[in-house]
């Protein structure tokens, strides 16, 4: 079942116990990324935010690979007049430079499977994502500078921060390419399990975060990332903020009786 969420062509969308499915569904093109599916994601995300069903989101992909990359070739082979000056300049902010501000903070948490290709929009999801587990054999790719053009999907500012600066550089300047075992290892990634085990691990994964508080994890995300751009005084002004919000949910008070119980919480994710 959907649960009212709606796919396009190529990105399949489902909601079943909690758990929102994004799936881009474009094997043959390694899953590249038409606007409409941009836009198709980034609509499911933001609803999903405000969605109370919704106790986690996982975005993967179909066949063998996760994201080859935007598909600037079918753009750029689109018959009618040349769009005027300027035009990459004004879509952006409705397409990608959407997308990947929704996934970083909408308080929902978000999994990401990546298998073969992880390229360009494919390695921004994946690092904007929560928490992303890979084959071993993965391939993350930023291709600006073999193509010619700058990157974009927040690149530039999120991978100093997650691997520093001169990783960063090695793969924005010299497009570096990582496999699934060196992006863990760089902390690019959470985690990398051999292709036959990706299914199982990225199971764990959904499952333990699907399972949890879902109101305490959206607050201690949105602390995350505010955190990165605040001094300690406003940041601990919005943690006391923060610890006010989750202890209103029921999921507290299963924690609090949980452990007078001496037993595992059952948190509703409310």
């Not at 929704?102 to 999994?111: D, E, K, N, R």
Request: glycine share 12%.
């Amino acid at each position: 079942m959907s649960g009212g969420y709606a796919g396009t062509a190529g990105l399949d969308v489902a909601l079943v116990d909690g758990v929102l499915r994004l799936r881009l569904d474009r094997p043959d093109k390694r899953n590249a990324v038409s606007d409409a599916m941009m836009a198709g994601l980034a609509d499911a995300v933001e609803q999903a935010g405000q969605d109370e069903a919704v106790r986690v989101i996982v975005l993967s992909g179909a066949g063998e690979h996760f994201c080859g990359g935007a598909d600037i070739v079918a753009r750029n082979n689109a018959t009618g007049p040349r769009p005027r000056a300027g035009s990459i300049q004004r879509r952006l902010p409705a397409a990608a430079h959407r997308l990947i501000p929704l996934v970083a903070t909408v308080q929902t948490p978000v999994v990401c499977a990546v298998q073969g290709w992880a390229a360009g929009i494919g390695l921004a999801l994946a690092v904007a994502a929560d928490v992303t587990v890979a084959s071993t054999d993965a391939t993350f790719w930023a291709p600006f500078a073999d193509r010619g053009f700058t990157p974009d999907s927040g690149l530039t500012w999120m991978l100093p921060r997650r691997i520093g600066d001169v990783r960063a550089r090695r793969m924005l300047l010299l497009g570096e390419k990582l496999d699934g075992r060196t992006a863990a290892d760089w902390g690019l990634i959470d985690r990398a399990a051999p292709p036959e085990e990706i299914d199982k691990a990225v199971g764990e994964v959904v499952d333990a975060l699907g399972s949890s508080a879902t109101v305490a994890l959206g607050l201690t995300k949105w602390l995350l990332h505010a955190g990165v751009a605040s001094g300690l005084d406003d940041h601990l002004r919005d943690e006391a903020f923060g610890l006010e919000l989750s202890s209103r949910s029921e999921d507290f008070r299963e924690g609090l009786a949980a452990f007078s119980e001496r037993r595992p919480p059952r948190f509703k994710g409310r």
